[in-house]
T-cell receptor, first 112, second 118 residues
Framework: AQSVTQLDSQVPVFEEAPVELRCNYS??????LFWYVQYPNQGLQLLLK??????LVKGINGFEAEFNKSQTSFHLRKPSVHISDTAEYFC??????????FGAGTILRVKS | DAGVIQSPRHEVTEMGQEVTLRCKPI?????LFWYRQTMMRGLELLIY????????DSGMPEDRFSAKMPNASFSTLKIQPSEPRDSAVYFC????????????????FGQGTRLTVV
């Protein structure tokens, strides 16, 4: 079975500061990795994904994530956040074959 | 493409009533997922289909819940009878298989149906 742990339930940060949202996963098989964002009262939108190849993945809105196989981590980063980045962020894994397993989510609060 | 379309967006019903949530996946996608989101339990996978066939329904909470996918462009999630603890946002998502032997590569989510059972 697979599981995803998002280590912080909430992350407050000031505008224009850097941010890192942490994600660790557990799986006995190879997985694909994803970060989704959910704005209030909306569905989930894909930020970025790691399928194979370079371990540094760039996504939309200036976000990037690094896959670390030895540490089974896939942390999300942004060098300078904006007020509009305030949302909930979900890390997810897709084990070989099917389905997405999500973490509990991290609420990013950007303050002015 | 219009994306994954869910209806209704909001549903308020009385305890004991039957509720049907609907989903139209993105055309050509062969995977369809139903998720439930609550404050207490986060995002839970209820059931998913591949080529209209249910593959894993282990997340369906009780026999009161049922899901069907009669064709590639339509799926329903039914709760009968509904209870207040079923109140949640229900998401439908679809995906196109690819990569290794059909693995899910990315799921596209609908806007969700906010269900309130009073």
């Amino acid at each position: 079975a697979q599981s995803v742990t998002q280590l912080d339930s909430q992350v407050p940060v000031f505008e224009e500061a850097p941010v890192e949202l942490r994600c660790n996963y557990s799986s006995s098989v190879s997985v694909y990795l994803f970060w989704y964002v959910q704005y209030p009262n909306q569905g989930l939108q894909l930020l970025l994904k790691y399928l194979s190849g370079s371990t540094l993945v760039k996504g939309i809105n200036g976000f990037e994530a690094e896959f670390n196989k030895s540490q089974t981590s896939f942390h999300l980063r942004k060098p300078s956040v904006h007020i509009s980045d305030t949302a909930e962020y979900f890390c997810a894994v897709s084990p070989y074959g099917n389905k997405l397993v999500f973490g509990a989510g991290t609420i990013l609060r950007v303050k002015s | 493409d219009a994306g994954v379309i869910q209806s209704p967006r909001h549903e308020v019903t009385e305890m004991g009533q039957e509720v049907t949530l609907r989903c139209k996946p993105i055309s050509g996608h062969d995977y369809l997922f139903w998720y439930r989101q609550t404050m207490m339990r986060g995002l839970e996978l209820l059931i998913y289909f591949n080529n209209n066939v249910p593959i894993d329904d282990s997340g369906m909470p009780e026999d009161r819940f049922s899901a069907k996918m009669p064709n590639a462009s339509f799926s329903t999630l039914k709760i009968q009878p509904s209870e207040p603890r079923d109140s949640a946002v229900y998401f439908c998502a679809s995906s196109l298989s690819g990569g290794w032997g059909g693995s899910v590569t990315e799921a596209f989510f609908g806007q969700g149906t906010r269900l309130t059972v009073v």
